[in-house]
């Protein structure tokens, strides 16, 4: 089991910008680079849903179409870290952010695959 912890979110005015971390911890000899990572989010009032996503290697990444050009996520295995990076904040971006991992060589936006959940952190966009 992995323990993952969410950081970064804040309150930022329309146009902003972030950098949401997710730090991963786990067993003894545990390593992260087996592990893709998602980001999710939730508004109040509407279902979870992926944000972007990033394989163990880093070499694949994918994101949801609200947020392509705007969101970039980035991770540095040595430190067990994975970044999201929110630039041009709208309004609808706020939500909690949560990061999530699985054991997988790729990634998915899909939710239900992963196991292992952080407990979020909120972003509000607003001025």
């Known amino acids: 089991q992995l323990q993952l912890v969410e950081s970064g979110g804040a309150f930022v005015q329309p146009g902003g910008s972030l950098r949401l971390s997710c730090a991963a911890s786990?067993?003894?000899?545990?390593?992260?680079?087996?592990?893709?990572i998602g980001w999710f989010r939730q508004a109040p009032g509407k279902e979870r849903e992926g944000v972007s996503c990033?394989?163990?290697?880093?070499?694949?990444?994918d994101y949801a179409e609200s947020v392509k050009g705007r969101f970039t996520i980035s991770r540095d295995n040595g430190k067990n870290t994975v970044y999201l990076r929110m630039n041009s904040l709208k309004p609808e971006d706020t939500a909690v952010y949560y990061c999530?991992?699985?054991?997988?060589?790729?990634?998915?936006?899909?939710?239900?695959?992963?196991?292992?959940w952080g407990q979020g952190t909120q972003v509000t966009v607003s001025s």
């Open positions: 999530a991992a699985v054991r997988f060589w790729s990634c998915s936006l899909r939710s239900g695959g992963y196991d292992n």
């Open positions: 786990g067993f003894t000899g545990f390593t992260l680079d087996h592990y893709a």
């Open positions: 990033i394989s163990g290697s880093g070499g694949i990444t």
